[in-house]
């Protein structure tokens, strides 16, 4: 089948070295692309960059929830229609309507997830303190729907993922070009550096957001076919080490060397997993050269049983399991409400209005046994459907099938990154949870569907 066959017929999957620019198993064209779309990878793009949140010209203009509420809006509008006019039929052959929200796994553990959270609301000790918390998850919640409504089609899947790859970069350059200009603070005995923006400005979660970002900016270096996405893929790397490094963040280092550890696993080449291992010992000699004393006991104390036992960071994360544990026996249905833990444990248990910093308690505490449950739910359904998806196509000769399962390593090792960092972290709000399993599911469910790739003008043809 020529190109110009392929292109007619709508294949995505051929013809595409000429239509393709930064992957060779798909076209990433930016013409013809919906409205609606566009909109939402605004939203994607400044939920990761957080531009707005610093640049006050960006945040007057109020995008971030401007678009929200346009994507929401067309979301309600489609699954309307959906009900009350059903896609046309032919006897004897399937809907050509692609499958909706529902069909993707554990949407429906999600879907209840959400409803536990909103009841968590209703029965809140705080309700005014629990709404803007609960409304700020559900964005989370409801982008992994959006996700599955409007990426239906592998072109609109890899468009997305380089829009998110540029809104981490954007976010990992800003952080550090904000710490040479002075931003940074002095806390546990030394400078540490903060992120950009005010939802993960903290030194430890900067850390872990960094960390997040890096597998899937991995995965699209190991599967692109363009130099330039692979050596930005490589300058995030040695970057996002920097910045992990100099948040002096303890877990953000733990994570660190986790993530390192599936990319020589992911990484096909032996020679490239050789040249990766030189660059991590070269980096890391060079960055403990320059750690002040203090910085490099810090980091030490992560093998000493001393830390456990006499740090108070160390030991306020370990107490944070048994107030939590004391708070779920007295609200175990519900919880106390999202962001109610500090305000109850300050008033009810003993005067102290720190946060759990573990997700475990964050989720019994504020959300009870039902939102507990659904949540576990979802992600054991998710965690089968990515092991299912990257066991029946790691070993696939197609090249799009062995990304497929590199997306699913990728939810996989993300995942277990999350549930490492909710050990001392209190990180159900993260987008990660809710993103990643939708990008994969996309993938899956409509990565073969058929998108015709617009023709080019006459000035772009031979």
């Known amino acids: 089948m020529s190109a110009a066959q392929a292109r ?41 960059s957080y531009v707005d949140e610093e640049w006050a010209f960006v945040g007057n203009l109020h995008l971030r929830p401007l678009s929200g509420i346009v994507v929401l809006l067309a979301l309600v509008h489609r699954g309307l229609l959906r009900i009350l006019v059903p896609a046309p039929r032919s006897k004897g ?76 970069g954007v976010y990992l350059v800003r ?18 550096m903060l992120g950009a923006g005010t939802s993960y400005e903290d030194p430890n979660s900067f850390a872990a957001t960094v960390v997040f970002g890096l597998v899937l900016v991995i995965w699209a270096a190991i599967h692109a076919r363009s130099r330039i ?46 040249v990766l291992a030189i660059a991590v010992a070269v980096l890391g000699v060079a960055l403990a050269g320059v750690q002040s004393k ?51 444990r300050a008033r009810h248990i003993d005067g102290n209005k720190h946060e759990p910093h573990n997700l475990g308690g964050q989720l019994l505490a504020t959300r ?22 990257f066991g029946a196509r790691r070993r ?13 390593s990728v939810v996989l090792a993300t995942l277990a990154l999350l549930f490492v960092s909710g050990l001392a972290a209190h990180n159900l709000d993260r987008p990660q949870w809710y993103l990643l399993p939708a990008l994969l599911a996309a993938a899956v469910l409509h990565g073969d569907r058929r998108e015709p790739t617009p023709e080019p003008s006459s000035a772009q043809r031979p």
């Open 368 to 389: 009870g046994l039902a939102g507990a449950v659904t949540f576990l739910g979802f992600l054991l359904v998710t965690i089968g459907f990515a092991g299912r998806t």
């Open 229 to 274: 996405l692979r050596v930005c893929g490589v300058a995030y790397f040695m970057l996002g080490s920097v910045c992990v490094i100099y948040a002096r963040s303890r877990s953000g280092f733990v994570l660190l060397v986790l993530a390192l550890g599936w990319c020589f696993f992911s990484i096909p080449s032996r020679r490239m997993k050789v």
């Open 93 to 168: 052959l399937p809907s050509v309507e692609p499958p909706g929200a529902f069909a993707a796994p554990g949407s429906r553990w999600l879907f209840l997830f959400l409803v536990a959270g909103f009841l968590s609301w209703v029965w809140a000790y705080d309700r005014g303190n629990s709404g803007p918390a609960q409304i700020e998850n559900a964005k989370q919640v409801l982008a992994f729907f959006a996700v599955c409504v409007l990426f239906t089609s592998r072109r609109r899947l890899l468009v997305a993922i380089l829009v998110l790859l540029a809104a981490s």
């Open 294 to 344: 203090a910085a490099m006991e810090r980091f030490t104390g992560i093998f000493s049983a001393k830390t456990y036992s006499t740090d108070s960071s160390t030991y306020g994360r370990i107490e944070g399991y048994l107030v939590s544990w004391d708070i779920f026996q007295r609200k175990p249905a519900f919880g106390v409400g999202p962001m109610n833990w500090g305000i109850y």
């Open 396 to 408: 696939a000769e197609d090249p799009w099938d062995r990304a497929v399962a590199g997306l699913a």
């Open 8 to 48: 007619a017929e709508g294949h995505e999957s051929t013809g595409v070295a000429a239509n393709g620019t930064w992957f060779s198993f798909g076209s990433t064209h930016l013409r013809g692309l919906p409205l609606v779309y566009w909109v939402f990878l605004l939203y994607l793009f400044l939920s990761t």
């Open 175 to 192: 952080s550090y070009m904000e710490y040479l200009s002075g931003k940074h603070a002095f806390t546990m005995g030394v400078n540490r």
